[in-house]
């Protein structure tokens, strides 16, 4: 008695937090894999055009089946939509090129790795060339007699 209680009060918090069916919130708590299962109330709560258990599946199958979802490299879990076109292509590599994707994804990246790392090694006055433009020209150290030329 005591775990149907608990699963009528699990399903009445669903249909309340999400704004669900009574029977998709049945299938969303007997959803087998509990990863997916939280992805899937992510959806259901963050979408607005998401409003069913049904939609949420197919959105979910519809982005695993993305290949640029596909995890590029196990260690700092890029996948291959984050692929840096400067060097061999994962997080793993920071410090190999200019950083501008690697700065881009650095959040992500942090937290799949633990290492916090600068990116920004540009101009320490004006910030060109470093972060997220790593082609900006610093012009804090021109010539001034070609100005006044």
Known sequence: MPKQHARKK?????????????ACAIALLDHP???ERETLERYLAEYADINTYREAVDYLRQEQADPRNQVLCETCDWTVGMIC??????????????????YEYQAEMDAATGE??????GCP?????????PYGECVCYDDEGSEAA
């Open 116 to 121: 916090y790392g600068d990116y920004n090694d």
């Open 125 to 133: 006055e004006c910030g060109a060339g470093g972060g997220g433009d």
């Open 10 to 22: 699990a399903l009445a918090a669903l249909k309340d937090e999400l704004g669900i069916k009574h």
């Open 33 to 35: 894999d509990a990863d």
């Open 85 to 102: 076109p400067e060097c061999p292509g994962c997080g793993c590599y920071n410090g190999r090129c200019s950083g501008w994707r690697h």
